[in-house]
């Protein structure tokens, strides 16, 4: 098992496909942004795609960037992670922590003290340390609760 970046990969159109055809919506969005070459748009000027793999098999993903789906006027802080998701095959496995724990651990080499992250989820991300900070609106509108973790 390793952790990849998927913008150094030179393998990229193999997990791609894999990244899209979860049901999960945000997993499609984020595939079309890959295919459209958009991601930077949507994530900010410096973003990350980190790829949990085994052989050809994608575990796990996350992004760690610049901004999120939290309305920029809403909450003026970095980095954030986004699109966190597991293949259901591999739940239950704690490897969602692994590439969780990789992103913080890059965070702090890059100067920052705080992670965040913006989800309609309760009860997930607290197991891996983060604290529940606000309710906030997304881009989209919708009502998003934002999770803060001490790097």
């Not at 459209?36 to 085994?54: H, I, P, S, T």
Request: proline content about 2%; aromatic content about 14%; charged content about 30%.
């Amino acid at each position: 098992m390793e952790i990849l970046d998927y913008f150094l990969c030179q393998e990229k159109e193999k997990y791609l496909p894999q990244i899209e055809r979860y049901e999960w919506r945000a997993a499609k969005y984020l595939g079309s942004l890959l295919k459209e070459n958009r991601l930077r748009d949507a994530l900010g000027g410096w973003m990350k795609l980190f790829l949990l793999v085994e052989e050809d098999a994608l575990i796990s993903f996350v992004t760690l960037s610049e901004r999120d789906c939290i309305a920029a006027s809403e909450l003026n802080v970095t980095p954030w992670l986004g699109f966190f998701h597991t293949a259901p095959e591999y739940r239950g496995n704690r490897y969602g922590k692994r590439l969780l724990d990789h992103a913080c651990v890059i965070a702090k080499e890059k100067g920052y003290d705080e992670i965040y992250v913006a989800t309609d989820h309760v009860g997930l991300y607290e197991k891996y340390g983060f604290r529940y900070l606000k309710n906030g609106i997304d881009v989209r509108g919708a009502d998003s609760r934002i999770y803060r973790k001490k790097l």
